[in-house]
């Protein structure tokens, strides 16, 4: 009734799918039973409720191990699915990153250069170049058609390289500048086209954990000094601090990160005609993904807390979100930022609400540390790996265990589900990736 009421209100022409709330209750079965009843209200009190869209397309619930990609000789530590989804990238810590065709699930090509374990890939948002960061301070660009290397290594820092972030396609029709961090604590900043390097970031005191390419142009930095830190990235000039948490932070999150990784890619991953209407499309579903408010930024870290942020606007944190009771490791927002997911060492996964950083429910079941989530492209399930070999899918709307895959032999360290949600992917200490 409620999906009627506002469809005819907005007077769409198709009916669109909404969800509910009354503060932070979700209405699934009806207003009575799931607000009402529960509060203590009355029939006869004003109640508001506010609606959100929710994505037009259904992906289905994982339920099987389609096939085991078998080929890497220790244990995988990144996965990493393009923009269009048609190949799946894994790094390991035999020095190789590989590709793999997701139309066969077979092996398409065995990129071999870095001289230790391989931690981190970034596709650019066109999904015309692959970039993978090593133990052994090298940044390596690739080039996945051709499946050779773009140029020789880029030998960016002095210690092992903790993230890479792309421009966003918007910003860069080109998609021709990234940034690298390190544990040596500068962020830098490059051409990838020229190869060289454009400015350094050298004021965190410590090693650079994490990094996040906001949609209106700043470069967001997280470090073990406890601090995250906002800069313009095309000056290089540092625009804010954000100082609140009491020990390293592990990670950072953008409200928009779904929609900058896949640039004029939707879950269609119908290819643009050219850099021009790619670059307007992006720009068109950042805009629509952004909505009126700034982009929000989420951060985590050996504290046991999440920070909430705008950094675009202001220092002060939007919310501080407690409640792990181990170091919180690494975190999430859904594609259409309702929902932020957290990885804890606590054996739990927290959501929280998107925007205003409440807390909305512990997703227990794993019986180890969870590692790494990842959110549908339809914002409606999450998956959570984890130590205990096992990979979980939660259903977002019951707030509860969809699915349990097994399969793996040992810790599972790296997931990912693919941008037009057909598939996911997972590997970890057993040397195999799972589809």
């Known amino acids: 009734q409620l999906q009627l009421l506002v469809n005819q209100l907005l007077s769409n022409e198709d009916p669109l799918p909404y969800a509910f709330h009354v503060d932070t209750r979700e209405i699934v079965h009806n207003l009575y039973a799931d607000v009402i009843h529960p509060c203590g209200l009355s029939a006869e009190q004003q109640i508001s409720i506010t609606y959100q869209p929710q994505a037009v397309f259904r992906v289905r619930s994982i339920t099987r191990c389609s096939s085991s990609l078998a080929g890497h000789t220790e244990a995988v530590l990144a996965v990493a699915f393009s923009p269009d989804a048609r190949l799946l990238a894994t790094a390991s810590g035999d020095t190789t990153v590989r590709l793999w065709d997701l139309w066969t699930d077979t092996p398409?090509?065995?990129?071999?250069?870095?001289?230790?374990?391989?931690?981190?890939?970034?596709?650019?948002?066109?999904?015309?170049?692959?970039?993978?960061?090593?133990?052994?301070?090298?940044?390596?660009?690739?080039?996945?058609?051709?499946?050779?290397?773009?140029?020789?290594?880029?030998?960016?820092?002095?210690?092992?390289?903790?993230?890479?972030?792309?421009?966003?396609?918007h910003l860069n029709k080109d998609c021709t500048r990234f940034a690298s961090a390190s544990l040596d604590g500068t962020v830098r900043v490059y051409n990838a086209r020229t190869r060289q390097l454009q400015f350094a970031l050298t004021s965190h005191a410590a090693g650079v954990t994490a990094l996040a390419w906001c949609g209106d142009g700043l470069l967001c930095s997280a470090s073990r000094d406890k601090s995250v830190r906002v800069w313009d990235a095309a000056s290089g000039k540092l625009v804010r601090s954000l100082d609140g948490h009491a020990h390293w932070v592990n990670s950072l999150a953008l409200s928009t990160a779904?929609?900058?990784?896949?640039?004029?890619?939707?879950?269609?991953?119908?290819?643009?005609?050219?850099?021009?209407?790619?670059?307007?499309?992006?720009?068109?579903?950042?805009?629509?993904?952004?909505?009126?408010?700034?982009?929000?930024?989420?951060?985590?870290?050996?504290?046991?807390?999440?920070?909430?942020?705008?950094?675009?606007?202001?220092?002060?944190?939007?919310?501080?979100?407690?409640?792990?009771?181990?170091?919180?490791?690494?975190?999430?927002?859904?594609?259409?930022?309702?929902?932020?997911?957290?990885?804890?060492?606590?054996?739990?996964?927290?959501?929280?609400?998107?925007?205003?950083?409440?807390?909305?429910?512990?997703?227990?079941?794993?019986?180890?540390a969870v590692y790494q989530v990842s959110f549908s492209a339809d914002s409606r399930q999450v998956l959570s790996?984890?130590?205990?070999?096992?990979?979980?899918?939660?259903?977002?709307?019951?707030?509860?265990?969809?699915?349990?895959?097994?399969?793996?032999?040992?810790e599972v360290y790296a997931i990912d589900w693919s941008p037009n949600g057909e598939k996911a992917a997972s590997a970890g200490k057993d040397r195999t990736v799972k589809m």
């Open 258 to 368: 779904a929609v900058l990784r896949t640039g004029a890619f939707d879950h269609d991953a119908v290819a643009p005609a050219d850099r021009d209407e790619a670059q307007k499309k992006a720009l068109e579903r950042y805009n629509a993904a952004k909505g009126d408010a700034p982009e929000r930024l989420a951060s985590c870290s050996d504290d046991f807390t999440l920070f909430l942020w705008e950094p675009s606007v202001s220092k002060k944190p939007i919310a501080r979100m407690t409640g792990h009771m181990q170091p919180v490791n690494h975190i999430c927002f859904s594609p259409d930022g309702r929902f932020l997911a957290s990885a804890s060492f606590d054996k739990s996964v927290k959501l929280w609400d998107g925007r205003t950083g409440k807390f909305l429910e512990t997703l227990r079941g794993h019986v180890g």
């Open 108 to 169: 398409k090509a065995c990129l071999k250069g870095h001289t230790n374990w391989v931690q981190i890939l970034s596709w650019s948002p066109d999904g015309q170049t692959l970039a993978s960061g090593s133990m052994d301070k090298t940044i390596r660009l690739w080039d996945p058609k051709k499946a050779v290397p773009i140029g020789d290594a880029i030998r960016a820092h002095t210690k092992a390289v903790t993230s890479i972030v792309w421009e966003p396609l």
């Open 385 to 410: 790996a984890s130590k205990d070999s096992t990979v979980k899918a939660w259903d977002l709307q019951k707030r509860r265990l969809r699915n349990d895959l097994p399969g793996h032999a040992d």
